[in-house]
């Protein structure tokens, strides 16, 4: 394990150096891995643990959609795909990826094939943390361990075969093999990280759900939405109003940022843009700051799992997200941003 420094903070960190994946191939040598769940992160860890060699099933529910897309994908009924209980029962890891909610109803059917020795596998601390809350409470002779890619399995799976790599956070939360933190390594380079971070699983679910909610995905949109209909409320067109927001982040900022960061993407741009932005953007975080004081007191207190736990075990769940989805999609801004998209040169 190597030690590095974060800006001046030492932390654990696992390479792909000192943990090859003909290391990992031969840790799980003996194991057969059982991906259960075939939605965003069960696509992305299993191909990749495929294409990577080590024996891998998938466990789904017969019937969905999610089952027909794991055939398309070449998993074969009966041999490489089976139901739920059956690829747990035939695992020695079995790599929990059902949804966060999906978990709490399936538990039992699982919980009943963790028999001592096996491990049992999260891609989220959500399950173990609020375990009041989902009533998921492992035995206590298996292996309780987590890798949790920071991104999409969508991001994941393209990532592995471009031959890149997308970092994970690791975690033990339970070693009752003493094998637990080679499995977990093992793991983490078999599904395709490039770098594994040390993490527990309650930091790594407090943090996932602050960012998801806040940077990420939910600050993100309400800060776009403000400054879009600002600009539209002063008359300005909606191409206007979205290049100004959205495109010119997306296309020619961010990817600045994502190189060399801020400052370097700062003194890229005028003079003019530097002055503005060095003078706003405190005015910006202390606007905000309180907001995620709030989220994050939110999430600590569990309220936003539990939030996230009972609208999303109702039976029409997926119809109401999608309709929410659907009315973001439908809003001015994000149909401009359909034909901005349409309009980049390289589309045409
Ligand atoms: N979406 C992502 O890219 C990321 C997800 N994670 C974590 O990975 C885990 C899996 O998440 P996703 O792939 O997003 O899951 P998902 O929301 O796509 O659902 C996965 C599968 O669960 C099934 N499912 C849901 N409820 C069920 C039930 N009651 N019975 C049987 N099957 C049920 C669905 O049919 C689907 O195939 C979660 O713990 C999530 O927090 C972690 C990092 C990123
Ligand atoms: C993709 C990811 O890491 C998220 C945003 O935390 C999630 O999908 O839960
Ligand atoms: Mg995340
Ligand atoms: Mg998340």
């Not at 709490?104 to 596998?121: D, E, F, N, Q, R």
């Amino acid at each position: 394990m190597a030690k590095i420094n974060f800006g001046g903070v030492e932390e654990n960190v696992v390479t792909r150096e000192e943990f090859p994946l003909e290391k990992a191939l031969e840790t799980l040598k003996d194991e057969t891995i059982a991906v259960i769940g075939y939605g965003v992160q069960g696509p992305g860890q299993s191909l990749n643990l495929r294409d990577n060699g080590f024996r891998v099933i998938v466990g789904q529910r017969e019937g969905s959609a999610s089952w027909d897309k794991a055939v398309a994908d070449g998993w074969v009924p009966g041999q490489t795909l089976f139901d739920i209980e059956e690829a747990a029962e035939r695992a020695t890891i079995i790599q929990y990826l059902l949804s966060d909610a999906g978990q709490i109803a399936v538990w039992p059917s699982i919980k009943k094939h963790l028999t001592p020795g096996k491990a049992l596998y999260f891609s989220h601390g959500f399950g173990i943390t609020y375990k009041e809350r989902t009533g998921i409470v492992p035995p206590a002779d298996v292996d309780v361990i987590l890798i949790a890619p920071k991104g999409s399995g969508t991001s994941l799976r393209r990532m592995f075969l471009q031959g890149r790599g997308l970092n994970s956070s690791y975690a033990v939360f339970q070693d009752a093999t003493g094998r637990a933190f080679e499995r977990v390594v093992a793991l983490g380079i078999g599904v395709g990280s490039g770098y594994l971070f040390e993490t527990d699983f309650k930091r790594e679910v407090y943090s996932d759900l602050t960012g998801e909610r806040g940077t990420l995905m939910g600050a993100i949109q309400g800060i776009f939405a403000a400054q879009y209909d600002t600009l539209r409320a002063n008359g300005h067109t909606p191409s206007e109003a979205f290049n100004e927001t959205v495109e010119e982040l997306t296309q020619s900022l961010m990817p600045l940022v994502s190189e060399n960061g801020m400052d370097w993407m700062y003194a890229n741009c005028s003079t003019t843009a530097q002055r503005g932005a060095l003078d706003w953007w405190k005015k910006f975080r202390d606007a905000t700051k309180p907001v995620f004081e709030e989220l994050y007191r939110e999430v600590a207190a569990g309220n936003e799992a539990q939030r996230s736990i009972d609208l999303n075990s109702k039976p029409d769940y997926r119809e109401k997200l999608n309709e929410e989805l659907r009315e973001m999609r439908e809003s001015e801004m994000w149909q401009t941003g359909a034909v901005v998209r349409k309009l980049r040169p390289e589309n045409n």
